[in-house]
C-alpha cells in the first residue's frame, strides 16, 4: 500500500511505538492539536509525500516526509474516555513523530 | 462582462447574494478576462463533479460483496480496481479502503478541514463539513454513529481515521445478512453514502 | 501556543448533528469550479487555500458557509500571488451591482 519506501529511510516502521511531539509553530500544520502529546503506534507506512507546511506558502514541498498511519487508544487520548477498545487513527508526517521512551508513562 | 455560468442548482437573485457569494461572480470575469482559467475550465469541473456520486462507491462495494477475488483487489489497490468498473480515481494521491468487519466499524473524517474521497463520491454532505461532526466524531464517534442509526455492541472496536493528509478513506462496510438471493445491482442500492463514510451501516432492505 | 481557529477535532460544546442537506446555489457550484480549475491549471495548491483560511478572521470563519470561506481563502491567495488585486475585485463587483440592481 502506498509509495514504496526505502526502508533505510523511514525512520519508524509497523508497530513502532511512538509519540506525537507536543509542540507548536507558525505556519500550516497537519497534526491536529488533540493528538499533540500523545501516544501511539505505527500501524501503516504510507511512504513519501510532498510537505504540506511547506507546499501551503507556494514553496516546493521538499524535502518529501514519511506519512504514517498512527493508532491510537480512544483511552489514551482523551481523559475521560469511556473505556473500550475503541482507536483513534491518524495519518502523521515522520517529522512530528518521536519514539517512546522506556521511562515515559 | 460576462454572465453565462450554466444554470445548475437554486438560484437567488443575485443582489440578495451575501458579500462574498457575489464576490466570485467578479473573481470568475477577471480570471477569464486575464487568460488565467477559461470558460471551459470552469464547466469541465462542473461536470467533472456532477459525474462523482456515492452510487460509485455502492458499485464498488456490491462488487466486492459479490466477487471475493474483486475485494481483495479493491482492498489491496483501490484506485485500479475502480478502473475496472470504469470509475475515474485518478485524481485522489493516495486510496485507502477500510473493510468493516462483525468486530469492527470505521469511520472517516477530517477534523482540520473537509477532506473527502470527492472523486469517488462527489461532493461530502454539509454535516460531514460542519464543525458539530469536526469536533464530535473523533471524541464521541459512538454518539455520532447513533444519530445515524448506528449502535455497534461494546465488544466492537470502532475505528475512527482523521484524513490529515493526502490519503482518502473509503469504508467498505459489512454486506448486510440475508442478502444472498440479491442481484449485484439490488444490493448496490443497500450502499447508502452514510455507509461508505461509516456512520452508520448499509440499509438491510431495499429502499422503496 | 494556541490551536488554530480550523483545529477543532475535539472541542466541546456541540448538540445534535444537523443532518439536512442544502443543494448546491449557482454561486457555490461557481466557487467549486473555479477552486477547482485553478487547481488543474496549477495557480494555486490545496495546501495554500487551506492556509489562507487557517489566517483568515477568527470570527468571520465561524460565521460564514462553507463555500463563503472558499471564495474568501481563493481571493486572499490571488491577491497574495499578485494574479488580483483587490480593487480591480470591488471594481467588477460594483460593475456586477449595478447591473443585478439593488431593491
Redo the contacts between chains.
Keep these: 500500500m502506498g509509495r514504496a519506501v526505502n526502508e533505510a529511510s523511514a525512520r519508524f516502521k509497523l508497530g513502532d511505538r511512538v509519540k506525537v511531539k507536543f509542540e507548536?509553530r507558525p505556519?500550516?500544520?497537519r497534526t491536529?492539536?488533540?493528538?499533540r502529546g500523545k501516544s501511539g503506534w505505527v500501524e501503516r507506512v504510507y511512504g513519501e509525500f510532498l510537505n504540506?507546511e511547506s507546499?501551503?506558502?507556494?514553496h516546493n514541498g521538499l524535502p518529501k516526509k514519511i506519512l504514517y498511519l498512527v493508532a491510537f487508544n480512544q483511552t489514551d487520548v482523551?481523559y475521560d474516555a469511556a473505556k473500550s477498545r475503541d482507536k483513534i487513527l491518524v495519518d502523521i508526517y515522520e517529522h512530528w513523530l518521536e519514539p517512546t521512551g522506556g521511562d515515559a508513562p | 462582462?460576462s454572465?453565462q455560468?450554466e444554470?445548475?442548482?437554486?438560484?437567488?437573485?443575485?443582489?440578495e447574494?451575501?458579500h462574498?457569494?457575489?464576490?466570485?461572480?467578479?473573481?470568475?470575469?477577471?480570471?477569464i478576462e486575464?487568460g488565467?482559467?477559461t470558460e471551459k475550465?470552469?464547466?469541465?469541473?462542473?461536470d467533472?463533479?456532477e459525474a462523482r456520486t456515492p452510487a460509485n462507491g455502492a458499485k464498488l462495494v456490491a462488487r466486492a460483496w459479490i466477487d471475493p477475488a474483486f475485494k481483495a483487489r479493491f482492498i489491496a489497490d483501490p484506485k485500479t480496481a475502480c478502473a475496472e468498473l470504469d470509475i475515474d480515481a485518478t485524481a485522489i494521491n493516495e486510496f485507502v479502503v477500510l473493510e468493516n468487519t462483525p468486530k469492527v466499524r470505521h469511520m472517516v473524517?477530517c477534523?482540520?478541514?473537509?477532506c473527502y474521497p470527492r472523486p469517488i463520491l462527489g461532493?461530502p454532505?454539509?454535516?460531514y463539513?460542519?464543525?458539530?461532526?469536526?469536533?464530535?466524531?473523533?471524541?464521541d464517534p459512538r454518539g455520532?454513529m447513533r444519530?445515524?442509526g448506528l449502535e455497534p455492541a461494546d465488544d466492537v472496536e470502532v475505528r475512527v481515521h482523521?484524513s490529515t493528509a493526502d490519503i482518502r478513506y473509503l469504508v467498505l462496510p459489512l454486506r448486510p445478512a440475508n442478502t444472498e438471493g440479491l442481484k449485484e445491482e439490488d444490493l448496490a442500492k443497500l450502499v447508502t453514502r452514510d455507509s461508505l463514510i461509516g456512520v452508520m451501516d448499509p440499509l438491510t432492505v431495499l429502499p422503496e | 501556543?494556541?490551536?488554530?481557529h480550523?483545529?477543532?477535532?475535539?472541542?466541546?460544546?456541540?448538540?445534535?448533528?444537523?443532518?439536512?442537506?442544502?443543494?448546491?446555489?449557482?454561486?457555490?457550484?461557481?466557487?467549486?469550479?473555479?477552486n477547482?480549475?485553478?487547481g488543474?491549471?496549477g495557480?494555486k495548491?490545496t495546501?495554500?487555500l487551506?492556509?489562507a483560511?487557517?489566517e483568515m478572521d477568527s470570527a468571520a470563519y465561524?460565521d460564514?458557509s462553507?463555500?463563503?470561506r472558499w471564495?474568501?481563502s481563493?481571493?486572499a491567495i490571488?491577491i497574495e500571488?499578485k494574479?488580483?488585486t483587490k480593487d480591480?475585485?470591488?471594481k467588477?463587483?460594483a460593475?456586477?451591482?449595478t447591473?443585478?440592481?439593488?431593491?
Design positions: 507548536d505556519g500550516h500544520l491536529p492539536w488533540y493528538i504540506p507546499l501551503a506558502f507556494g482523551w | 462582462m454572465d455560468t444554470e445548475h442548482g437554486h438560484d437567488h437573485p443575485k443582489h447574494l451575501s462574498y457569494a457575489k464576490r466570485i461572480y467578479a473573481i470568475r470575469d477577471l480570471l486575464k488565467i482559467i475550465d470552469i464547466q469541465c469541473q462542473i467533472y463533479q473524517v477534523t482540520l478541514c473537509s461532493r454532505p454539509d454535516w463539513k460542519s464543525f458539530n461532526y469536526r469536533q464530535r466524531s473523533v471524541v455520532v444519530e445515524f482523521d | 501556543m494556541a490551536r488554530g480550523h483545529d477543532v477535532g475535539g472541542l466541546p460544546g456541540v448538540g445534535e448533528i444537523n443532518q439536512t442537506e442544502h443543494q448546491l446555489s449557482d454561486w457555490e457550484v461557481l466557487a467549486d469550479a473555479v477547482q480549475a485553478l488543474v491549471r495557480i495548491r495546501d495554500e487551506r492556509r483560511r487557517e465561524h460564514l462553507y463555500y463563503e471564495i474568501v481563493m481571493e490571488l500571488k494574479i488580483l480591480e475585485i470591488d467588477k463587483l460593475q456586477f451591482e447591473k443585478w440592481g439593488e431593491p
